[in-house]
Structure formats: structure tokens, C-alpha cells
């Protein structure tokens, strides 16, 4: 896996917490700080897509919007959802259309 | 919510099988439709089913049901890149048979694109709704149950469904 270096200053307090917790659960305090960083970007990043495709979902932004804010990538694939789930729904809507008769 | 048989045949994956027997709807699909599926779906929710959990107890229901499905063996002639070999099996049969396959395994459905005909397992909800086999209020709480709401991608089917079904009537 590539890595990137990321500066960080922190306060003398901060790593005399870390200090504790790593001195407690007998971990590597780099090593934890790197999960628990990892554990709250995900949550962060999910609960913001959330929120995105909330907003997509329902009109109030467009595919372009997206595109600016984070990129093509998660742009196309919300537009890709959203596409597949109108074809199921109208293919849903010709299977009703059957059971009814 | 009785209806008779059109015995229209669909494929269905683990992830179809699992979110629609979520929110009951699996018997009534297996009494409607003819639902093929393949030994190796079979085989993951027999490992779904080893767990003591929501998903785990779905499996055991789903597999109560396995003589109802008509299981078919696909040799995996055209390849799939970055899906599992189940996918790939899946992909096939619904390639050899010309058949629509029901997943809501959105790495399956994208790369399918224009390949073969797949939808999201929410159709038979909207199907049942027109057809008049469930009130609107019925299909609202089956699709929260259905919802599973893991990440955005789910919510973006969830919150479409929904827009569908409240502005939806039923065929008179």
C-alpha cells in the first residue's frame, strides 16, 4: 500500500494522553493513532456521502455539483445507481402491470 | 396478497435473495415467479447462514426454501473482471439463458453494464404495489426493511424507491 506523509503538530497535553493510553492498552501510539484516524475518516466520509446522496436523491443537487466537490468518480456512480434503480423501477411497473391482469 | 403464478423466470444472486426475504417477500416471489439460482449462491448463504446474526438467521429462513429454486450449474465461458467467481456463474447463465438478473450487488450491476439485463430487487416491491397486492402503507414498511442502510449507495435505491411508491397508484 502507497503512504503519504502527513505533518502534524500536536499539543504537549495530547500526547501525554497518548502516552497514557498506549502505556495502558501496551500499543504502539503511533500505531493507534493511526487506526482511530482511519476508524473516524470512514464514519466522517459516509456519513457526508450520506448526506450527498440524500441531496442527489431527492433533486436538490445535480451530478455536476458532485463532480466539483469531490470528483468524476463517486459522481458517475451515484448517476449509475440512480439510473439503475429508475430502470427497476419501471420494469417493476410492467411486472405490475401483468400480475394485475 | 394471493395471485396466481405467471411463472416468469428471474436469477437471483445472494444480495437479491437476502434483501427481499428481509421484508417477506421472498415466498410470495417463489409462488409467482420461477426463481433460478446457482450452487455456489446456495454455498454463500450456507456460510451467511453459520452466523448468529440478522443476516445469518435471513440465510436459515432462505434456505428452508431451497427446493423451490431451481438450481442450475453455468461453466464460466465469458469472464468478468474484479467480481467473484459466483458473480461470474451468475453473469453467464444470465447471458446463456437471456434472462434478467435480480442483484442489488452494485460492483455486479456496473460491471454488467450492457452486457445483460439486471435490476435491483426492489422491482418486486413496486410490481406488487401496482398489482395491488399491497397497500401503500405495506410497501412503505417493507421497503425500510429492506433498506439495510449501510452506505450511500443503498440510500440512493431506498430514497428513489420510496419517491416512486408515494407518488405511485395502484392499476385499476
Do not use: C
Not at chain 2, 440510500?155 to 408515494?166: G, R
Amino acid at each position: 500500500m502507497e503512504t503519504e506523509q502527513l505533518n502534524l503538530r500536536v499539543s504537549e497535553e495530547l500526547i501525554n494522553d497518548l502516552n497514557v493510553i498506549s502505556g495502558l492498552l501496551k500499543v504502539n501510539r503511533s500505531e493507534w493513532v493511526k487506526t482511530k484516524l482511519a476508524e473516524e475518516v470512514n464514519k466522517e466520509k459516509n456519513r457526508l456521502l450520506m448526506e450527498l446522496s440524500t441531496l442527489y436523491s431527492k433533486g436538490m443537487i445535480k451530478k455536476k455539483d458532485i463532480e466539483e466537490l469531490i470528483g468524476k468518480e463517486i459522481a458517475e456512480e451515484m448517476e449509475f445507481i440512480k439510473q439503475t434503480t429508475l430502470e427497476s423501477n419501471k420494469m417493476g411497473i410492467k411486472l405490475g402491470k401483468k400480475l394485475h391482469k | 396478497m394471493a395471485k396466481n403464478s405467471i411463472n416468469e423466470p428471474y436469477i437471483l444472486d445472494t444480495s437479491a435473495l437476502l434483501t427481499l426475504e428481509s421484508a417477506s417477500l421472498l415466498e410470495q416471489v417463489l409462488i409467482l415467479f420461477s426463481i433460478i439460482t446457482t450452487p455456489r449462491v446456495i454455498k454463500e448463504l450456507k456460510e451467511f447462514a453459520n452466523y448468529e446474526d440478522t443476516l445469518g438467521r435471513i440465510a436459515k429462513r432462505i434456505l428452508k426454501e431451497e427446493k423451490k429454486f431451481s438450481l442450475k450449474n453455468q461453466s464460466i465461458n465469458n469472464k468478468l473482471e474484479h467480481v467473484s467467481e459466483t458473480d461470474e456463474e451468475l453473469y453467464n447463465l444470465a447471458l446463456k439463458e437471456n434472462l434478467v438478473l435480480i442483484t442489488d450487488d452494485i460492483k455486479l450491476t456496473r460491471h454488467t453494464t450492457h452486457k445483460i439485463k439486471r435490476v435491483f430487487s426492489t422491482m418486486f416491491l413496486i410490481a406488487f404495489f401496482k398489482a395491488g397486492m399491497l397497500t401503500k402503507e405495506e410497501v412503505l414498511e417493507k421497503l425500510e426493511l429492506m433498506r439495510n442502510i449501510r452506505n450511500w449507495k443503498d440510500n440512493i435505491i431506498y430514497l428513489l424507491t420510496k419517491q416512486e411508491l408515494e407518488k405511485s397508484t395502484v392499476f385499476q
